[in-house]
């Protein structure tokens, strides 16, 4: 706690804050300080209450309690512009930028006075992007510039109101290493000009790798604050989920045996001449680089998007695929890359989303039976521990893991032999991701097999029994995940990159 | 002063229910307003009129919001209205009157089938495409229309054979306990049950707002989204084809123009019902009630004797309206919990990182 002790007066200074929404106590009586040149973390799951308290603090919401001092000043009531003005900047996960107008324009958006017209607008972003070693001219249009060059921008834009304490909402969520490495540099440069900084992420690696303090919160709730230096891996995630788990990992499972899937030639566009095989029982990675062509394989192979050629033997019979209804009847389930747009019906209920995929086996002479509806869905909600007030709720309405886990329960309801999960974990928490295994596990359990992609080397490595790489749309390779090291497979993985 | 209470409740659950279906205030207003202004409203004789009124757009209504309610459009009802009347009046004679209706049906009903065939074929997924290939083929039905005619008007009492059913149609009504029934309202009721079972109870009433919700989704899940459409496009063929028997029925002609009017009616009668134009959220009974406003309204203005150019005027601001209360209706439930003003940031969702 050295270093909390030595900044003496809190930047920010929350009390006992409360938000209700209809039906969730969003915040229930948060305390927190910030000091000034610390970076503090903040870490939760989906629905733990961050970013209600980010949007209570930048003037989004307001607040139904407590108190809220910043830089000596009580705030009772602000917006998003007077706490900028104030000196306290967000910067949000999905950036606020004006894509058609230029990097200049976009840090002095709406105050153009101040740096003396256009001019003076370009010359004045061009000293703060120096500032923070950022090369981007402030003539081109924000759209053409990459998400890390955007998050430059914000983080600019930050400055030009002279903040003294910056918010950042999962930011490395969108980047890629090597530029979650010029952030990182970026936060120790700021810190040691005395800013406050706030990092919100799901990424354990990163609270460990540069934050000072971190706070964990749980169902609206702080849990804990300590310092990073006095904190375990294992007690943070016990203190995020409310309960042990050992291992991020469940046990790998081990019954391989026959093949149940055998994929032949498979040629589309992207792919050539593609040929694995799957075994009952079994889960088996697929590795590779964005634009291999992993989920291009799946989704040919599910009979989602027109193929040029293929030969699919389902336990050893040749079988046709002409569309995901062909697919689902031998056997095939696939839970898609992108949840929302190909996943859910946002705007159903819960119970909807998950009777999709059984709805024609379920209906009687084209009558739809509610009452099996119904009970359908209530036994994947106990099962798959699904946290919804009932089954009628909007599915849009709960967190991403809990979405995650409908779209699965779809599946299981028509016992797949062969299931499909193509980045499964992907934006969700650490405890869904942990219930996502054990689904998967007890899947493979039943004798059921499954295609895992994702982009998450651990994962694939801890939960698969086989991984095939893929690269520029050929497998060039087959591994033992408990014989083989990471660095052995991404090395095959990039071998024509 | 105790009871007040539970005097308050009722009032407020009306209230509410007000608020939520503004369709209603619609209507109560215009009788109220009607009433009052001119009595002659409230009479047998102008409810029978409004009943007649209410046939024809009514019908092509109906099948038109199952295919909103599926996200797509079918521009081609007027002319599926317009070839389906020629073809059963001039048939009359030729094959008789039950045969000729029964022709009439199958050939909305084709037509219907057709345009989900050109569809699917030219792998159409948005609303506009659809919207186009509909507009192509309304052209299409119109001009064989006016083929089959040669641009002429069939008159049905000059028909040599009988003309019972057409009649029937028209001015019969079927007794009940009290009052007689209008057989045109029967053939309403019938119809708008049906389609109201296979939109709440069966599998391609599902599938149709699945459709409309999320293609995408739906047809990775196994969804018959092909199907669905082939079943939009199919109701609304027939539906077309059962508003021009009664057209016809009604005004005892048919000329191969006579569909052109009822396209952008119906369109404004399913969206003036609440039923989302982008689809995945609609009934066919909001829509009969939608009709129901349509009709009243034109009444009302007719009783006022207000001009027929003016009368456009009021529908068009209907439909505005209509589409303003959908927006915010479609946006309802982030605005109710979050009413700050922060129009960057509101779009942000509500659940976390969701």
Redesign the interface.
Same mark, same amino acid.
């Given at each position: 706690m050295a270093d909390v002790e030595q900044a003496s007066q809190p930047l920010l200074s929350v009390r006992d804050v409360s938000k209700a929404f209809p039906g969730v106590l969003a915040l229930d009586h948060i305390s927190l300080d910030v000091y000034p040149g610390i970076v503090h973390g903040i870490v939760g799951e989906n629905g733990a209450g961050k970013s209600t308290l980010m949007k209570i603090l930048s003037g989004v919401y307001a607040k139904d309690s407590g108190t809220i001092v910043f830089d000596g000043q009580a705030i009772e009531r602000t917006t998003p512009v007077l706490s900028m003005k104030m000196g306290l900047s967000i910067i949000y996960q999905e950036l606020n930028l004006v894509n058609t107008m230029s990097v200049g324009e976009n840090i002095f958006l709406g105050r153009f006075g101040e740096t003396g017209g256009r001019r003076g607008v370009h010359a004045k972003a061009r000293e703060l992007l120096d500032r923070i070693g950022c090369k981007v001219d402030t003539h081109r249009p924000v759209s053409e510039l990459s998400v890390s060059d955007k998050q430059m921008v914000e983080i600019a834009k930050a400055l030009s109101f002279n903040s003294k304490l910056i918010i950042m909402d999962e930011p490395s969520s969108s980047l890629t290493e090597d530029e979650v490495r010029s952030l990182v540099g970026i936060i120790k440069d700021l810190k040691s000009k005395g800013i406050g900084i706030i990092y919100i992420s799901h990424k354990l690696d990163e609270i460990f790798g540069f934050c000072d303090v971190v706070t964990v919160m749980r169902d609206g709730r702080v849990i804990a604050t300590n310092a990073v230096s006095a904190v375990s891996r294992g007690e943070m995630i016990l203190m995020m989920v409310g309960r042990t788990i050992d291992n991020e990992f469940p046990p790998r499972p081990d019954c391989v045996e026959e093949p149940i899937l055998e994929v032949k030639n498979l040629t589309t566009r992207k792919l050539h001449s593609v040929s694995f095989n799957l075994r009952r029982g079994e889960i088996l990675g697929l590795v590779g680089l964005v634009g291999a062509g992993r989920t291009e394989l799946v989704r040919a192979l599910f009979g989602a998007d027109k193929v040029g050629r293929k030969t699919v033997l389902v336990d050893g019979k040749p079988v046709k695929i002409g569309g995901p209804i062909d697919a689902i009847g031998h056997g095939l389930a696939m839970v898609p890359e992108d949840r929302k747009a190909q996943g859910l019906l946002l705007k159903f209920s819960v119970e909807w989303n998950i009777s999709l995929a059984s709805l024609a086996a379920m209906s009687h002479f084209g009558l739809l039976d509610d009452s099996l509806e119904a009970s359908m869905c209530e036994r994947q909600i106990r099962a798959l521990n699904i946290r919804t007030p009932s089954g009628k709720t909007r599915i849009e309405s709960l967190s991403g893991g809990n979405q995650q886990k409908a779209v699965v329960g779809r599946w299981l309801e028509t016992k797949p032999k062969i299931l499909i999960m193509d980045e499964p974990t992907r934006g969700i928490d650490v405890g869904a991701k942990y219930e996502i295994y054990l689904l998967m596990k007890r899947v493979v359990e039943d004798g059921g097999s499954i295609i895992l992609i994702s982009s998450e080397l651990p994962e694939v490595l801890h939960m698969s029994n086989r991984v095939y790489t893929l690269c520029e749309g050929r497998i060039n390779g087959e591994f033992d995940p408990a014989q083989a090291t990471a660095t052995e497979i991404m090395a095959k993985a990039f071998e024509f990159a | 002063m105790r009871r007040q209470p539970s005097l308050r409740a009722p009032t407020r659950l009306i209230g509410r229910f007000l608020a939520r279906n503004p369709i209603f205030v619609g209507i109560l207003g215009l009788v109220v307003v009607t009433t009052i202004v001119e009595p002659q409203f409230a009479t047998a004789g102008n409810f029978h009129n409004i009943i007649r009124q209410f046939g024809t757009l009514i019908f092509v209504s109906l099948g038109m919001t199952f295919v909103i309610m599926a996200g797509f459009l079918d521009l081609s009802v007027g002319g599926i209205i317009s070839l389906v009347a020629v073809v059963t009046a001039t048939q009359i004679d030729a094959i008789g009157q039950g045969p000729a209706i029964a022709l009439g049906l199958l050939i909305g009903l084709a037509c219907g089938v057709l345009n989900s065939t050109l569809i699917l074929k030219a792998g159409a997924t948005t609303q506009a495409e659809s919207l186009f290939i509909t507009f192509g083929m309304s052209l299409v039905y119109g001009a064989a229309a006016l083929i089959f005619t040669q641009g002429g008007t069939t008159y049905l009492s000059y028909s040599v054979s009988s003309i019972s059913i057409f009649d029937a149609i028209n001015s019969g009504s079927i007794p009940l306990v009290f009052f007689s029934v209008p057989v045109s309202f029967v053939l309403f009721v019938v119809c708008a049950a049906l389609l109201l079972v296979v939109e709440r109870?069966?599998?391609? +009433?599902?599938?149709v707002?699945?459709t409309g919700?999320?293609k995408?989704?739906?047809?990775? $899940? +196994?969804?018959?989204v092909d199907r669905s459409i082939v079943m939009i496009y199919a109701v609304s063929g027939l539906m077309s084809a059962v508003a021009s028997i009664v057209l016809i029925s009604q005004v005892t002609l048919a000329s191969p123009v006579i569909g052109q009017p009822y396209l952008l009616q119906a369109i404004l009668a399913v969206v003036v019902g609440g039923t989302a134009l982008v689809g995945?959220?609609g009934s066919v009974l909001w829509t009969a009630f939608g009709a129901l406003l349509l009709i009243l309204l034109n009444n009302c203005l007719d009783l006022l004797g207000v001009s027929t150019y003016i009368e456009f005027m009021f529908r068009g601001a209907i439909l505005i309206l209509a589409i303003w209360l959908d927006s915010r209706r479609a946006e309802g +439930?982030a605005a109710?919990?979050?009413p700050?003003?922060?129009p960057?940031? $509101?779009e942000?969702d509500?659940?976390? +990182?969701?």
């Open positions: - | 109870r069966t599998y391609m +009433g599902r599938a707002l699945l919700a999320n995408t989704a739906s047809r990775l $899940a +196994g969804v018959r995945g959220r +439930g109710r919990m979050a700050v003003e922060a960057t940031i $509101a942000h509500l659940v976390e +990182g969701a």
